[in-house]
């Protein structure tokens, strides 16, 4: 199993441009997560997902869209890129299945810089 | 106040001491997991556990749920086991400690 991939690992954004975070796993988890890790800062939740077809907000969804339109892929789209958004993004999968909750697996980082 | 606090920020230690890091948290959990993330930046889950203890070759976690606190022992430390160790807990989702950078010197 290739785990939690990311793509890319490295990217420079100008203010105001888009972009796509792209989040694959293939352990067939149904919790997908999104956080962005800041200097001295906790891991922030972004978005989150318990399954295709559903998403939801975590603590700092501004700025931020996801989908997840398979078990596989969730991807997270930044609009209108601001410097507040210079950051290292990781994403997530675990499997819960009722009161069953296993470990969390990252993915190796995408380093956001926008100038 | 975060919802999950750890100490020390940043721990030295020469090698071959035994290393503690204390993880405090304010919130109903289901579980407590400690994370290693290395300098290249790579996060992986050292432990899961909701009571009691867990030992994995010279890593050792407690949790005690009555007083919300948790430690990290690493036993006869090795500078390979220089990195951020995270502390994190999960109730209806994962609330995460800053870290604690630890470098051990040879």
């Known amino acids: 199993n290739a785990g939690v991939t990311q793509t890319p690992k490295f990217r420079i954004l100008k203010i105001g441009q888009s972009m796509t975070l792209q989040c694959a796993q293939d352990?067939?988890?149904?919790?997908m997560y999104w956080y962005r890790q800041d200097p001295g800062m906790g891991l922030k939740l972004i978005y989150y997902s318990v399954g295709a077809g559903i998403t939801d907000k975590g603590e700092v969804p501004n700025g931020y869209n996801v989908s997840r339109s398979t078990t596989e892929d969730f991807p997270l789209r930044l609009e209108l890129a601001a410097p507040s958004q210079t950051s290292v993004y990781f994403c997530?999968?675990?499997?819960?299945?009722?009161?069953?909750?296993?470990?969390?697996?990252f993915g190796p980082g995408t380093r956001l810089t926008v100038l | 106040k975060n919802e999950v606090e750890q100490s020390p920020q940043n721990l030295t230690a020469q090698e071959g001491e035994f290393i503690t890091i204390n993880c405090s948290y304010s919130v109903g959990i289901s579980a407590l997991h400690w994370l290693q993330q290395h300098p290249g930046g790579g996060i992986v889950s050292l432990f899961m556990l909701s009571s009691g203890k867990k030992k994995h070759g010279r890593l050792i976690a407690t949790i005690n749920i009555q007083e919300k606190h948790s430690s990290l022992h690493i036993t006869a430390s090795h500078p390979r086991d220089s990195a951020v160790y995270i502390c994190?807990?999960?109730?209806?989702?994962?609330?995460f400690g800053t870290g604690t950078s630890l470098t051990v010197i040879p």
């Open positions: 352990m067939n988890h149904n919790y």
């Open positions: 994190a807990v999960t109730g209806n989702q994962f609330y």
């Open positions: 997530a999968s675990r499997n819960i299945a009722g009161v069953l909750y296993n470990e969390q697996f």
